[in-house]
Structure formats: C-alpha cells, structure tokens
C-alpha cells in the first residue's frame, strides 16, 4: 500500500506540477489543466532521449527534472508572493469563476477514483497490457544491470528506448519493486488524467455557445461520462483497456494542442508564444505514440480549412485579425500536407495492408488510384464516426 500510495504521488507530481508552476510563473491560467499536463509531460519526455544519450544514466534525468520542478517552485513562489499583494481582487474573483467548474471535476474523479477501486486496472488474459509491461520490466532490468543508456550500449536509439517505459522502469527501481506492482497507481493517474482532459476540453468547447454556466458544466460532466462508456476499440473500452499503455499519456495533449489553436483562430487578442508549444507537443505525441501526432495533424488541416472556407462567405462576422490568421493557417498547413503526401507516397514503401479488414484498395473505387489503401468505412462504422466527433468537430470549426 505504501508503494502505491508513493508511485501515485510521484506519477502525479511529475505529470502536473512542473507545468502548473510553469503557468504560474507566465500568469497565464487559460486551459490551465491542459497547459500544465502538456508542458510537464513535455519536460519529462524531451529530457529523457537527451540525457541517455549523451550517456548520465536514468537517475541523472529523474535529477535533471526534479531540479526544474524545484527551480519552478521557487520562482513561482517569489512571482506569486508580489502578485498577490497587487491583484488580490482578481484572484478572488478568479477562485469564484473556476470554483464551480473544479467541484464538478473533483467529483468526477472522486466518482471514478471509487470504481476503479472495485475493479482495479485492466489485466486479463490476453492483452496488449502484459506486452507493455514487458516492455517496462526490460527496462528494470537494464537498469538493474547499469547498461540503459550508457555510452558504450552501442544498441542505444531514440526508438528504442521509449521515455514512458523508462520512466514507469525508473520508478519502480527506485520504490525497489516490480513494474507490475506499480500498475495500478500508474494506470489510474493516466485514466483520471485522460477524463480530467475530456472535461476540460468540452467545457472550453461549450463555453463557446450561449448557455449558463451551469449548463456548461453539466455538458462536459455528460461528455465526460460518455466517453468513459463508450469511447473505445470495438468492444474495448479506452480509459480501461489502454490506461497502462504510452497512448492514453500522449491523448490529452491532442486537447492541449487544439486549446491552443482554436483560441489562435477564434480571439484576436492571443499571445502568440503560445504557437510555440504546438511543435513542441508534437514532437513529444511522436516521441511516446506517433499515431496522436499524425492524427493531431490532420484535424488542425481539417479546422484551418473549414475555418478558411466560412471566412469566404459574406455571413461571416470575422474581423480583419481573424480573417488573415484563418486565410493564412490553410495555406500553411495545405502547403504542408501536399509535401507530407508526396513525400509518403514517393520516397516510403508502404508497409503490407490487406490483411486487414480496416483498409481496402482504392482501386475498387477508382481504377487509377489501383493499389492505394483507404480507410474502409463500411466496416464498424461506429469506430471511423461518432457522436463524440460529430459534437466536437462542430464545437471545434
């Protein structure tokens, strides 16, 4: 019990607090709970391939991060102490503004933190998890052994050491204890961070239409809910069947990423250092699980192009601000789609598909585009189009 109770206590420490310092310090606190996971994260991840590579170990990086938490906490501490005593009115009126919203979220969690006490994390026989788990106690082991990361572990690659399985190895060396131990408390922090990013992320998106704030709130609270029963992979539930897995770590940030770009497209006041997280969060969904990167990509193609193309019409009351960042994000991200498409289909071999009933040949559709995979959207419908997509999509453009 005590095991669980620390590595809970750490995964959730370095999965929030460095960044929620880190808005601290900028006195930006819009999308607050996402910003702060990303940019954790993000520290967590892009430290890790640097410091293994150049060979300081594991322990050195866990260092390394726990000095710019630290650092954080200092700084945030003097900042804030001079701020309060000259804009203690906004605080309160801040506290009064968000107190209703992180109830809400706090029962939530409470309510799920009480079921996933019954049935625990996700473990039968067969699953992806034990493959996962492998993946981790191989890293135990090298840790154990001294060879992860070191300069003469000649086999040593950015692919192959995955900053998710390091660190979940990591922790459970340092508790002195198997990884499996640790499953549990790994699993729920990722699953309450999962839903904690659903919530938020449909409240962002609700409060766009005209409702009371108490509308909004329950809205994301039913999003929320939805998701948790019916978000998945056929007949497997997310927030169970991928709590222990780099995907369910890399999800949020998808969240993260569109906060950012759609106050980008919709409020002509946005600070613009924002747009500098955007790679930055991409970069780390590659580096835990390329597919949320890839697909982060092309619903922002999917949002700048409808928002360029309502911009067209003479019923869009978009301002001269707007209107330019709309026109220009299309054309960026149409230039950078063309490259990336010719690039796919020129210069990489695609890797064999017809084993799969998820794709077919576009061939079968259109003689010259013969041999070409496409999605097939006659098999399980409800996995390529569902209620979750349609609303935010709408919510989203």
């Known amino acids: 019990m005590i095991v669980q109770a620390t590595s809970l206590l750490i995964f959730g420490a370095y999965f929030f607090l460095p960044g929620f310092l880190i808005t601290l310090i900028l006195n930006y606190y819009r999308d607050q709970f996402l910003l702060s996971y990303g940019i954790s994260i993000s520290l967590l991840v892009l430290t890790s391939p640097l410091t293994l590579w150049f060979g300081y170990g594991v322990f050195a990086w866990m260092g ?15 900042y804030r102490k001079q701020r309060l005593r000259r804009q203690n009115f906004s605080r309160r009126q801040r ?4 107190f209703r919203p992180i109830l809400v979220c706090t029962l939530l969690l409470v309510s799920f933190s009480a079921y996933y006490v019954c049935v625990g994390p996700y473990t039968e026989i067969p699953s992806d998890f034990w493959k996962h788990l492998a993946r981790v106690e191989l890293k135990l082991i090298a840790l154990s052994d001294g060879t992860l990361g070191q300069k003469h572990n000649e086999g040593f690659t950015l692919a192959a050491h995955n900053p998710i399985y390091v660190f979940h190895g990591a922790v459970a060396y340092f508790l002195s204890t198997k990884a499996i131990d640790l499953a549990p408390a790994i699993s729920f922090v990722t699953s ?11 409240l962002k998106l609700f409060s766009e239409f005209r409702l009371n704030g108490r509308y909004k709130v329950v809205a994301a609270s039913l999003a929320t809910l939805l998701t948790l029963v019916s978000f998945g992979t056929a007949s497997f539930s997310f927030v169970r069947y991928y709590a222990y897995f780099p995907t369910i770590i890399a999800f949020p940030l998808i969240y993260a990423v569109f906060s950012i770009f ?6 002509p006041h946005f ?20 597919q949320e990167a890839f697909l982060t990509f092309i619903m922002m193609c999917g949002m700048s192009f409808v928002r360029a193309g309502r911009s067209l019409s003479p019923m869009a009351a978009i301002g001269p601000v707007l209107l330019a960042r709309a026109r220009s994000s299309a054309c960026f991200f149409l230039t950078l789609l063309s490259l990336v498409t010719v690039y796919a289909f020129t210069a990489r071999e695609i890797a064999p598909w017809g084993h799969t009933a998820h794709v077919i040949n576009i061939g079968a559709f259109f003689p010259l585009l013969v041999r070409i995979p496409l999605d097939n959207p006659s098999f399980r419908l409800w996995t390529h189009l569902g209620f979750s997509d349609c609303w935010y999509t709408h919510g989203m453009c």
């Open 64 to 78: 390394l991060h726990l000095s710019i938490f630290l650092l954080s906490l200092l700084v945030a501490y003097l």
């Open 95 to 98: 506290l009064r503004l968000h």
């Open 192 to 202: 309450a961070v999962f839903l904690a990013s659903i919530y938020w992320f449909s």
């Open 262 to 267: 759609i106050d980008y497209l919709n409020r």
């Open 271 to 290: 600070r613009h250092t924002l747009l500098i997280l955007i790679p930055v969060f991409l970069l780390v969904m590659f580096l835990i699980h390329p």
